[in-house]
């Protein structure tokens, strides 16, 4: 058990709807990470925050945002939701602010959309 | 554009052998390497990561990796394979610019 909670485990949705996943980073650690691992696409590092602010960004769309709350937790909202958008999203935290942290990462939210 | 390579999606040793996975990157700057590991429905953990100190660098469970600057080589290997060993494995990279990639994984398969 890694300390960083995610919920819910499983999301099934349709095309076009929205979404919030919301992840808990382990007790101390300031920064939160976002993942994507998909068939199609790998696995692709969506984005940073640390304390609250973003702190590097990767390949995130448009449709999909992000934010930290003072309590430390993130959430991570997508919407117009699409097939393709079917994925193991995947949310990590370290306590430094710096991408080469270690990170530690939680179990995973699965998203299906039908 | 950045890359990072895996070669082999799928490595099969047998238990007591030597492990090997490869991990190419497309950098002349030398970047942050990490090795990952994933186990069934589970998240990933680090093995091990390179931050421009010592060129071999130990990890968990046995493993170390060896940074190569002029063959842009980061290959994972553990000297005797365990059957515990058997998971996925991503290599990845931080580039100039806070650019993060993973490579496209190596599932390991380890044969009793």
């Known amino acids: 058990d890694s300390g960083v909670t995610q919920t819910p485990k499983h999301l099934i949705t349709a095309t076009g709807q929205r979404v919030t996943l919301r992840c808990s980073p382990r007790s101390g650690d300031l920064s939160v990470y976002w993942y994507q691992q998909s068939l199609d696409q790998g696995l692709q590092f969506l984005i940073q925050y640390y304390n609250g602010e973003e702190r590097a960004k990767g390949n995130i769309l448009e449709r999909f945002s992000a934010q930290q709350f003072p309590d430390l937790h993130s959430e991570l909202n997508l919407s117009s939701l699409e097939l393709g958008d079917s994925a193991l999203y995947f949310c990590?935290?370290?306590?430094?602010?710096?991408?080469?942290?270690?990170?530690?990462f939680g179990p995973g939210t699965r998203l299906t959309v039908l | 554009a950045q890359s990072v390579t895996q070669l082999g999606s799928h490595v099969s040793v047998s238990e007591g052998a030597l492990v090997l996975l490869r991990c190419n990157y497309s950098?002349?700057?030398?970047?942050?390497l990490f090795w990952y590991v994933q186990y069934p429905n589970q998240g990933l953990q680090l093995l091990l990561k390179?931050?421009?100190?010592?060129?071999l660098v130990k990890g968990i469970n046995g493993f170390e990796a060896e940074f190569k600057k002029s063959e842009t080589s980061f290959h994972l290997t553990k000297p005797s394979a365990h059957m515990s060993d058997a998971a996925e494995y991503f290599c990845a990279v931080i580039f100039t610019g806070n650019q993060f990639y993973f490579g496209t994984g190596t599932s390991l398969t380890v044969i009793p």
């Open positions: 390179y931050t421009s100190a010592a060129t």
């Open positions: 990590a935290s370290s306590l430094g602010g710096d991408l080469y942290n270690e990170q530690f």
């Open positions: 950098s002349s700057v030398p970047p942050y």
